[in-house]
């Protein structure tokens, strides 16, 4: 690939604890993930998934290593930015397991409030929160309450939320597991479309063996080390 | 998008039942600093209606309300012969129990001359005492009507006019009756056993002239234009056997008296509850912030700076605040006329302890704050 990558790790380890009681989650990780590719990353319970996407999320510092984001250095051995939350409100979006949608907010106002935290206007957030729910075909649920949407609705706003603000990258964290096979193909197909139409990279840690062969690569994690790339899937 | 009244509105009725909760006891606040305000305005009430400028009494006692004051009747005559005097009247003040319609009342009785300083002020019904036997002016707290009749001690008077809001400091109701009858009523009220070692002592001839029955309490002492009041008291001390104090000087001696206490009291529930208010507040704001503990770390994942997450708690805090306290000030402003003792609401009392609430508020958000500011992002994540 001629592009730069957006997401790039060399060295990264990350551990908790001390000790007897260390956990080595990260070992020595290099990755790069490029733009408008669909990343899984997969391994046992407690081989570090998480971890790494809430190192690539800036949500957890790692220990040693570094690392690029849409081509910056932003952590050597330290961060590198002080305002890493402004880093994650352009740069990056998340989706969560549970689609931890805001209960008090209506569907439209969960998408829109990303973009207001970015500096938007009421009204620029709610044009840009209805457009992206069209995109992602759940605009007739626009003003409904998180309690009252399905599982596949709820996701599905919670991925327009995590594409609010246009990051480089979404990172998803088993956005499936609540989902049947049927309604997690529907949100892989999302999240393709927009990794193509947009150029984001967007990197998925799932168990789900059902949704494997929708990524351009896989990379196993197993005791907090990645395993070479598979080759792309089917 | 204001995220604090969002929440507020999903959570609309616990938050208005805690509201009116804290409207309650702002509430009472309230009430507590009008029934002190009242409290003032009573005690401070008689004195001020005698409309004197000086205030003549026994030597070295600061009467006739803070100490016991007893002067020779004749002691008027001689004041008003003084310079400088435009008026003088004496007064005699009596606690009474009276029997009024198979009840008994208590009331303090004013004895003060017609047309001189002391005399009853603003009657607001009826007419002023013209004759100089049984006629009262009782204030309408008594619950006598105008051309009612009252016994008090062994005469019976007709009630000819009203006054208002003119009360004892201990909240008793003034009647006013002529000195002469306040006197006999005076004497008649004596036990009989001091009444008779005062005939004997007046038989004896040792008592000062004019006899024991005729003294009076205080003389009231209304000044030419020009005179100084401070300058008139300090003459009439010189005379050993009297004592004298400004308008002012009275004023500050019953504030000192009466309302001290009562300040100390009312300022302690009040204190208390506001320490209370401070305590409901935090809770309430930090569990509010516990519960949204999935949304806070949201927030903070998505990129919310932490003022924005701060500015949601302490909007919500105060917010309880300006609604609990401007749903107890409206509860107190209906419901004034029913307290058994007089409320007065000043709005600037109401200002200040506004203040207070928004300050107690603030206060109070800290705990929510610092919960809210502890939340790992990173637990958004988990389960
Ligand atoms: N905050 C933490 N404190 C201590 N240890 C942690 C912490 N977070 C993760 N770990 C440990 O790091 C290792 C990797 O955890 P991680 O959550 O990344 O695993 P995972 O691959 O996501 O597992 P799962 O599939 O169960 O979600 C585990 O041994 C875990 O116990
Ligand atoms: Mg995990």
Known sequence: MSEEPVVSLKAIGKHFGEGATRVDALRDIALDVFPGTVIGLRGPSGSGKSTLLNVIGCITEPNSGSMWLNGELVYDDKWLRSDLRGLRLEKIGFIFQSHNLLPFLNAWENVAIARILAGATKAQARARALELLDYLGVSHRKDAMPGQLSGGEAQRIAIARAMANDPRIILADEPTAALDSQRAGIVMDLMRKVAEERRTAVIVVTHDEKIFNRFDHIFALRDGMLEAPAAKAA | ?383
């Not at chain 2, 004892?168 to 001091?194: C, E, H, N, W």
């Not at chain 2, 508020?361 to 800290?366: D, H, K, M, Q």
């Open chain 2, 1 to 383: 998008m204001n995220l604090a009244l969002k929440d507020i509105r999903h959570n609309l009725g616990r938050f208005l039942l805690t509201c009116l909760g804290l409207s309650l006891l702002l509430g009472i606040v309230l009430a507590m600093i009008g029934i002190y305000r009242g409290l003032i305005l009573e005690s401070l009430g008689l004195a001020r209606a005698a409309n004197a400028h000086v205030w003549v009494v026994e030597g070295g006692t600061r009467g006739p309300f803070a100490e016991a004051s007893r002067l020779p009747g004749d002691t008027r005559e001689a004041i008003a012969a003084q310079w400088g005097v435009a008026a003088a009247g004496a007064v005699a003040y009596q606690n009474v129990e009276a029997q009024h319609r198979g009840a008994i009342k208590r009331m303090l009785v004013v004895g003060a001359e017609i047309g001189r300083p002391g005399e009853a002020p603003q009657i607001v019904a009826g007419r002023p005492i013209l004759r100089s036997r049984y006629e009262a002016i009782a204030d309408r707290r008594a619950g006598l009507a105008l051309g009612e009749q009252v016994k008090l001690g062994r005469d019976t008077f007709t009630v000819v006019g009203h006054t208002e809001n003119l009360v004892a400091s201990g909240g008793d109701p003034v009647v006013y009756i002529t000195l002469r009858d306040a006197q006999k009523l005076q004497f008649d009220l004596t036990p009989a056993a001091t009444r008779r070692e005062a005939a004997r002592t007046q038989a004896a001839g040792t008592a000062a002239a004019g006899g024991s029955t005729d003294t009076v309490n205080a003389v009231l002492v209304r000044l030419l234009p020009g005179v100084d009041a401070e300058a008139f008291a300090a003459g009439i001390v010189r005379w050993k056997q009297l004592g004298a104090l400004t308008q002012s000087q009275q004023e500050a001696v019953l504030s000192r008296s009466v309302i001290e206490r009562a300040r100390q009291q009312i300022g302690m529930f009040t204190s208390l509850l506001m320490i209370v208010s401070t305590v409901i507040i935090g809770l309430i704001v930090y569990t509010m912030t516990i519960d949204k503990k999935k949304s806070i770390a949201t927030l903070k994942l998505i990129g919310a700076p932490d003022r924005r997450i701060v500015g949601l708690i302490v909007q919500q805090a105060l917010a309880m605040g300006v609604i609990g306290f401007a749903a107890g000030a409206v509860l107190i402003n209906l419901t004034h006329g029913y307290f058994p003792r007089r409320l007065v609401l000043e709005p600037t009392d109401a200002m200040v302890l506004s203040g207070i609430v928004l300050v107690v508020c603030l206060l109070a958000s800290g705990l929510g704050v610092r919960a809210a500011l502890k939340i790992d992002p990173a637990s958004a994540l988990a389960g």
